[in-house]
């Protein structure tokens, strides 16, 4: 019995090591070079957007293969980049790929084809094509074709041959509009779409079929889109005009309307696009009491019974007047991003004027609920605020005003200046682990208005208290 054992044993012991020697045999051969036997392809010219054909044959006598990489290069683009996989020791194929007509496309450019092959010892062979010419579609008309109820279609002409610049000028278009441009157009003058069609393609502009979006074209600085170019080498558009002039005067009936649409719950509000300019003095009407205590004193110094300078930088802003309180609250633009402001969201806070309440809310309907903090400096920003601090409800150890500096109006996850790494003056807080509010605690008595200091250099948050 005991030898039996034994016997089973022996070959249990012989089975294992021979499985284990059978999985750990690698196969070796002797050093070879493979070999690409064809590579050639078809098309001598090519114009962009059209596609080359690609034939080749490959061997290798002695070790198998394993891969082989291919490039497409145009003015040192990759354009293409595929791996085949080439198994045995002989293979062969034909593969087609686009080249696209895409910015900084010159004329008369080689078409590379670099070829990498490997055989499965990772030996490699390489190879270049170089034997097709790319050319440029030829653009006989360029057409701007705003969108419908934009603005009418308009011919441009090619004032830079060299360059491919195109220009129209003693156009009527509004300082924001959709357009595509075309190089053949209808009997009604939209487009046609047999021939090429440039539009938005990713964040720039390239050529799209009729699934393709409009480009849009804005710019708030102007009175008016009377000039428009366009690069057809680099891809890029621009447009010109006469330049807005900063405001001198502001009648907040007459020139703010009623119920603005950027606005959500804005009963009570007007409000529009005013340009206005840095140390450019504005003479209010519409108003009634003391000026100082109608507008924002972050964007306004008062120079006299109804006059202010304006402190931003020059440039189109939102106006908005609240009727119900007789206030004029002053933002950037809603898209305005940080560096350019800092936008301030919470509660326990509200306009810097009589009769002092508190109307902010974590929401972003209207400036009754958030502020703007004005960049004063490099990374220095600053905000007034009447606020006021009341004890918590809850078991929560902070008060009610609690805020914090978002990079954008708006909801917008990890854009946010957070002040637990701050020193921050007391009584305000920046408590860690609260996400990086300002708070204060609850016992803490705060009423008044105060101008608050962001220095994102220094990493400090200040404040003034003026009443």
Known sequence: MKNIIKSLLLVAVVGSFWACTNEDIVVTYPSSIPQIDTAEVTETTITYGDSIHLK???????APLSTILIRVVVNNDIVVSEKVRTKGNQ??????????FVANR??????????????????EKD????TTIAKRPIITDLYLVPDFGSGATTKLTLVNADSLIYKATGLSLSTSFNYKLATKINAYK?????????????DGIGIID?????INATDGTLVGISIFTFDALQFKAKVGGKLLEPVTTLDVIADLVANPASLNNNTGFRGGNVYFGENVEVTFSGLTGDIANNISPDYFEVTGTNKAKFLGKTGLYKAYYLTTANYVYIEPQPETLYPDVLWVCGTGYGRPSTPYITTGSWNWNSPLDYYPARLVSPGVYQVTMYCKNSPSTDANIYGKLDFKFFHKRGWWDGHETWVDDYTVQEPFL???GVGGNVKVLSATVIEGVFKFTLDTNAKTLKYEKLN
């Open 56 to 62: 080749i044959a490959v061997s290798d006598k002695v």
């Open 91 to 100: 293979s062969s194929f034909t593969r087609a790929y686009h080249v696209p």
């Open 106 to 123: 010159p004329d008369n450019t080689p078409v590379k084809v670099y070829l990498t092959l490997t055989n499965v010892s990772g030996i």
């Open 127 to 130: 190879s270049i094509l170089s």
């Open 190 to 202: 939209r487009i046609d779409w047999t021939g090429l069609v440039f539009g938005k393609v990713g």
């Open 210 to 214: 009729q699934t393709g979006e409009s």
């Open 430 to 432: 920046g408590p860690k």
